[in-house]
């Protein structure tokens, strides 16, 4: 199996799909983040990715710049994702043709429902290995929420979909290892009535980590995760006469 879909959120669509039954809207990118990664900062590019400089100034991030940024230097730790650097007309192609639509759909979507309901919450669905890179030996809780330590989402709603999950019978961290990035640092401003919110799903919990085939977990945490936007969109319907608008 290749290294290169390691670095896909495999199967993060189907197992929310069902979220749209409930009332969200659901946006998914219809390309690996191996490719470009829409969760980066559009100048977030690791010079030694390009064979020649960008035309303007970046902005590196240390995560970048071990090779995991924009587009990716490293397929993971010490394995290269191309044989030679990228002609940066190829990286503006992609920014062009994926990055920029994607981004374009979600702030259409989140600026509409907040039009319409003067409030939105966006749930960005992502999936990481079962244990760490740096300690192996550790496992991961099956779901990591990242608000930016309280800053992207009103603390609230973060401890209400803890609860949830909690409550279902998995295990749940905050902000730790990941605290969100691009998505909900752009999007969330609870100040205006939008919150944005990063949802980490533990690979082990629905496919084989190295054949990234489906195992029987599947189903039942698919079901799982449409009963948690049920729930979640009934309290915040409860709440206020507002709708949910998650990604």
């Excluded at 966006?122 to 079962?130: E, R, T």
């Excluded at 401890?159 to 290892?177: C, F, H, I, K, T």
């Excluded at 998505?183 to 084989?208: D, F, M, T």
């Excluded at 195992?215 to 009963?227: C, E, I, S």
Aim: proline content about 6%; glycine content about 6%; hydrophobic content about 40%.
């Amino acid at each position: 199996m290749s290294w290169l879909r390691q670095a896909e959120d495999s199967y993060v669509d189907e197992l929310i799909v069902d979220a749209v039954d409930a009332g969200a809207t659901v946006i998914a990118a219809e390309f690996p983040r191996s490719y470009i990664d829409v969760n980066r900062a559009e100048n977030d590019i690791d010079p030694a990715v390009l064979a020649a400089p960008w035309p303007e100034p970046l902005a590196s991030s240390d995560r970048t710049l071990q090779g995991l940024g924009l587009v990716r230097r490293l397929c993971k730790s010490g394995v290269p994702m191309y044989a030679s650097p990228l002609a940066v007309a190829e990286v503006q192609k992609r920014i062009d043709d994926y990055y920029r639509p994607y981004h374009r759909a979600l702030e259409d979507i989140i600026t509409r429902r907040l039009l319409q309901f003067g409030e939105v919450y966006l749930v960005n669905c992502h999936s990481m290995p079962s244990r760490s890179g740096e300690s192996y030996l550790a496992p991961r809780p099956d779901f990591i929420l990242g608000d930016r330590n309280g800053t992207s989402c009103d603390p609230a709603f973060t401890r209400r979909v803890q609860s949830l999950l909690q409550d279902m019978g998995y295990s749940v961290a905050l902000n730790d290892p990941y605290k969100g990035v691009e998505i909900v640092g752009r999007y969330g401003q609870p100040q205006i009535n939008q919150h944005a919110l990063q949802l980490e799903i533990n690979r082990q919990l629905y496919l084989n980590e190295q054949t990234l085939e489906k195992h029987d977990g599947f189903v039942r945490l698919q079901q799982d995760l449409a009963t948690f936007f049920r729930a979640l969109i009934v309290e915040l319907l409860w709440q206020a006469p507002e709708q949910l608008a998650a990604e």
